[in-house]
Nanobody, 124 residues
Framework: QVQLVESGGGLVQAGDSLTLSCVASGGTFSTYQMGWFRQAPGKARYFVAHISWGGATTYYADSVKGRFTISRDNAKNTLYLQMINLQPEDTAVYYC?????????????????WGQGTQVTVSS
């Protein structure tokens, strides 16, 4: 059983930057593909970014490509999401998730473990 704990969210202004962290425990972090998702009020949970087991492969939603960077440090059991040039439409609860298999990475139902989420609010 893997436990995931996100941190780093907050209230920022448009154009600002934030870096989210997700610390994993209870499992072998390097054996999981990892993803970030976000959910705005009244909306579904959407894919943001994915990173492979060792970090060699990453994939982003079109809406964040060029502004967000996903990375991981397997020695520290930690996943990161660096976000620059944040916009009001980025406002959401951000979740990290772990996938034990090799399923379609954009689909939330393919992930086995989820964190509790961290709120990111971007004011205009």
């Amino acid at each position: 059983q893997v436990q995931l704990v996100e941190s780093g969210g907050g209230l920022v202004q448009a154009g600002d930057s934030l870096t989210l962290s997700c610390v994993a425990s209870g499992g072998t972090f390097s054996t999981y593909q990892m993803g970030w998702f976000r959910q705005a009020p009244g909306k579904a949970r959407y894919f943001v970014a994915h990173i492979s087991w060792g970090g060699a492969t990453t994939y982003y939603a079109d809406s964040v490509k060029g502004r967000f960077t996903i990375s991981r440090d397997n020695a520290k059991n930690t996943l990161y999401l660096q976000m620059i040039n944040l916009q009001p439409e980025d406002t959401a609860v951000y979740y990290c998730a772990a996938m034990s298999g090799s399923e379609r990475v954009v689909e939330p139902t393919n992930y086995d473990y989820w964190g509790q989420g961290t709120q990111v609010t971007v004011s205009s």
